[in-house]
């Protein structure tokens, strides 16, 4: 199965649900949490707040207005173009630190609405998205969806860590988080030498179980509901270990401790996969 087939789930709305459990947060924060650092380097909470209100402004400016005010440089490496958008970012950050918590909450309810009207109005199925960590052909609109929700899913769990407070890992949102984060793997996978029929079987465990089979087929990986003739290559973790692992938010001492068994290539790739712009930690 390649990304396209089947647009699946309505992502506009769990992004509504989302950004309603985002403002739920902030609402209830005194002036002392939003200056606790976050597991992003040099941000607290408040910084990762203006984060997000410039990936909301982003998002309505590129998608909705068709205006991109800051193109990448031509001719990057995959290198160069994160060490470009770090420096993006980091920039939009430094300039925001002028508004206030109040301020960046009233940004993130203005928007919210918008980008779901936004995201209502496309074509899942339309071939119109570029995700970098999923390969470098154009993909159906959905998949940038799911990135998108992905985006604002993960910087809350880490603005939980950083309050003191248990991740947020209900399966109406965590399940299609993962479901978007592991069309990571075909596409790291496709230089590994294998025959046809060899599987990868990712298992994550929890409350809302499943197992992901990537099984070598012609030329290239696929997702099937099924393994094939031979199993080369197995990882075993839970959802909390999963979305970590595949947005470097999993320590090395933890990655260590997951449940492998196979082929250490091909172990090596799966276990250095990461569905973010980014190098593995």
């Not at 590994?192 to 929890?206: F, K, L, M, R, S």
């Not at 992901?212 to 990986?221: D, E, H, I, K, Y």
């Given at each position: 199965m390649a990304p396209g087939e089947t647009p699946p789930a309505d992502i506009p709305s769990l992004i509504g649900i989302e950004r309603a459990r985002l403002l739920e947060l902030l609402?209830?924060?005194?002036?002392?949490?939003?200056?606790?650092?976050?597991?992003?380097?040099?941000?607290?909470v408040l910084a990762l707040g203006c984060h997000l209100v410039g990936v909301d402004l982003s998002s309505l400016s590129r998608h909705r207005d068709h205006y991109l005010g800051t193109p990448a440089p031509g001719g990057l490496s995959e290198a160069g173009f994160?060490?470009?958008i770090d420096e993006l970012?980091?920039?939009?950050?430094?300039?925001?630190?002028?508004?206030?918590?109040?301020?960046v909450v009233d940004l993130l309810?203005?928007?919210?609405?918008?980008?779901?009207?936004?995201?209502?109005?496309?074509?899942p199925s339309a071939l119109t998205a570029h995700v970098s960590w999923a390969g470098p052909d154009p993909l159906p609109a959905?998949?940038?969806?799911?990135?998108?929700?992905?985006?604002?899913?993960?910087?809350?769990?880490?603005l939980l860590e950083a309050l003191g407070r248990p991740a947020d890992l209900r399966p109406?949102?965590?399940?299609?988080?993962?479901?978007?984060?592991?069309?990571?793997?075909?596409?790291r996978l496709q230089d590994?030498?294998?025959?046809?029929?060899?599987?990868?079987?990712?298992?994550?465990?929890?409350p809302d179980p499943v197992?992901?089979?990537?099984?070598?087929?012609?030329?290239?990986?696929?997702?099937?509901?099924?393994?094939?003739?031979?199993?080369?290559?197995?990882?075993?973790?839970?959802?909390?270990?999963?979305?970590?692992?595949?947005?470097?938010?999993?320590?090395?001492?933890?990655?260590?401790?997951l449940e492998t068994s196979g082929n250490p290539r091909i172990l090596e790739v799966i276990l250095a996969t990461r569905a973010i712009i980014g190098s593995p930690q």
């Open positions: 609402a209830g924060l005194d002036d002392g949490d939003w200056h606790q650092p976050t597991p992003c380097p040099e941000w607290d994160i060490e470009w970012q980091m920039e939009w950050v430094r300039a925001a630190r002028r508004l206030s918590p109040p301020v309810a203005w928007a919210a609405p918008q980008l779901v009207a936004m995201l209502e109005e496309e074509d959905w998949l940038d969806q799911r990135r998108e929700l992905s985006e604002y899913w993960i910087h809350r769990q880490q109406e949102l965590a399940g299609p988080v993962l479901d978007g984060l592991r069309w990571a793997y075909p596409f590994v030498g294998a025959e046809a029929g060899d599987t990868v079987v990712v298992a994550i465990t929890g197992t992901w089979n990537l099984v070598a087929g012609g030329s290239r990986w696929e997702f099937r509901s099924e393994p094939g003739a031979r199993v080369v290559a197995c990882l075993s973790m839970t959802t909390d270990q999963a979305w970590r692992l595949l947005t470097n938010n999993l320590v090395a001492k933890e990655v260590d401790r």
